[in-house]
Structures are given as structure tokens and as C-alpha cells.
């Protein structure tokens, strides 16, 4: 991409062949053109991202269906949000279950946990819900910087970071990508377990990742 700017108040040097560089005009001139150049770098960027989304956003729903599958397969797996409801029992009926056993724990006082609020995302970000139980799981695949983690949860949202150097390598390959994704989604639907054994965490991931991917 390539641009003119029309600069006639910049000093020039006498051979007429630059700028001269240490004048206060140059100076200014360089911090509104950095913020030009970082407005054109974030367009380019976004529109970049949603070329991309729409493969992001089927492979994400195909992992999805199959992290499903795979929780359906193994209840005992479950994290306590994303336990299902027994076949004779409805929503409804467990919400009245909670709400009456609330009441006859008359006014004693207690500390409610809050909800982990959802991280601010960028407007390019790739959000799929995956509804299942109380709770559920929310995916969110966006930027957060090279140096950034690889994948991180709050709660039963999960945050896959596409600039990391092992996302874009996996990206480039469809299987290697589903794999990939199904690989920190059930990791972190794991660790929502609290195991203190990590091999026993490591063996929870795997059946949870061969059940996803039996055919």
C-alpha cells in the first residue's frame, strides 16, 4: 500500500533532497503521520481478520459440536456448570428446586459469588456459545499480542489467542487446526475440575478428546 502526503511546510535541505530532520515542523509532522500509519496498520488488520473469520468460525462450531458429543459421552467429566440435567428432570424444575431450597434457608446471609465478567473484545473477535447444561461454554478467539498466553479461561469463558506463534502455525491446516482448538477447549474444561493429580488431568483431556473425535 502506498500514499502521498502533501507536506509543503517541511524544511528541505539545500541539495534539495531531504528533509531537514531536527526542525520542530519534521518533529510534529512525524507524530500525526505515526498515527496515521497506526490507523492504517489497525484497518488493515481488521479487514485481514474478517477474510479469515468465516473458516475460523465453521472449524470453532465443528470443535464445538464434537467437545459436545464428547461431554454427553462422559457426565463424570464434567465440571459441575456443564453437568446435564438428569433425563426426569427439567430446568425448570431444578430452578424451582434452588429457589425453594433459598427460601427455607430463611435470612441467613450469604456471600454470593460473582460471575467473571467477559475480557473487553476486539470487533474482529470469533465468539461461538456452546449450550449445554446450566453454564455452558463460550469460545472467544482473538489478539492478545505474540507474548501474549496461549489460551486462558474465566470461568466457563475461554480465550484462544490467534497471535500466538502455535496458532498461526496450526491455522494453516484444517485438521491440524480442529485438533488444535479441541486440544485448550477441553484443556480448560479440565482444569474447571480442580484435579490435583495432573496425570490424572492429563487422562481426563484425553478421554474427553478421544470421545470428541470417535466415530
Known sequence: MTGEVNADFLLITSDRNDF???SPEYKEFLKVMEKVIERVNQTLKEL???????AYKRRLTEV??????ALVLNPDLCPE???????TESKK?????????????GNKKKTRKKK???KTISPTAVVKRLKYAREGITCCIDHYGNDGPEVFSEGYVVYINRDHPLFQEMSKS???????????????ITLLKSLRNPRQAFHYQSRLLKDAFAK
Open 81 to 87: 456448570g456443564l453437568i446435564p440435567f438428569e433425563e
Open 174 to 188: 484444517k485438521d491440524a487446526y480442529i485438533l488444535y482448538i479441541a486440544r485448550l477447549i477441553t484443556q480448560e
Open 64 to 69: 464445538m459440536d464434537k467437545i459436545k458429543q
Open 48 to 54: 485481514s481478520d474478517y477474510k479469515i473469520n468465516r
Open 116 to 118: 467473571p465478567k467477559v
Open 93 to 105: 424444575e431444578v430452578d424451582e428446586q434452588e429457589k425453594k431450597e433459598k427460601k427455607e434457608k
Open 20 to 22: 531537514i530532520k531536527d
